[in-house]
Nanobody
């Protein structure tokens, strides 16, 4: 499994940005998005199982972020709306197998990580 996240950039507060995560290899059980701000630990943002019928969001992004996907191109997106300065971070996509949705928020549930993409939200 090789993951490639892209789509980061600079956006004003209140704006929107869409990140994409392409999986060039095998299908995995679930895909997640995490982020890491300077000086902080990596934190969970959102995740979904590969069927798409189970999605989990961090409280901080509920109602603002969604995870659309493109089955044909094996791509998962992170659609970020109403962005806030505190959303500024490096965003990572990850994929894993072996855990139920109750564990999707855990870094340790993921076997594969892509390189991060920087999102900067200006006030």
């Amino acid at each position: 499994v090789q993951l490639q996240a892209s789509g980061g950039g600079l956006v004003q507060a209140g704006g929107s940005l869409s990140l994409s995560c392409a999986d060039s290899g095998r299908i995995v059980s679930y895909v997640g998005w995490f982020r890491q701000a300077p000086g902080k630990e990596r934190e969970f943002v959102a995740a979904m199982n590969w069927r798409g019928d189970r999605k989990v969001y961090a409280d901080s992004v509920k109602g603002r972020f969604t995870i659309p996907r493109d089955n044909l191109n094996l791509t998962v997106y992170l659609q970020m709306n109403r962005l806030r300065p505190e959303d500024t971070a490096v965003y990572y996509c990850a994929a894993g197998t072996g855990y139920s949705s109750g564990h999707y928020h855990l870094v340790g549930a993921y076997n594969h990580w892509g390189k991060g993409t920087l999102v900067t939200v200006s006030s």
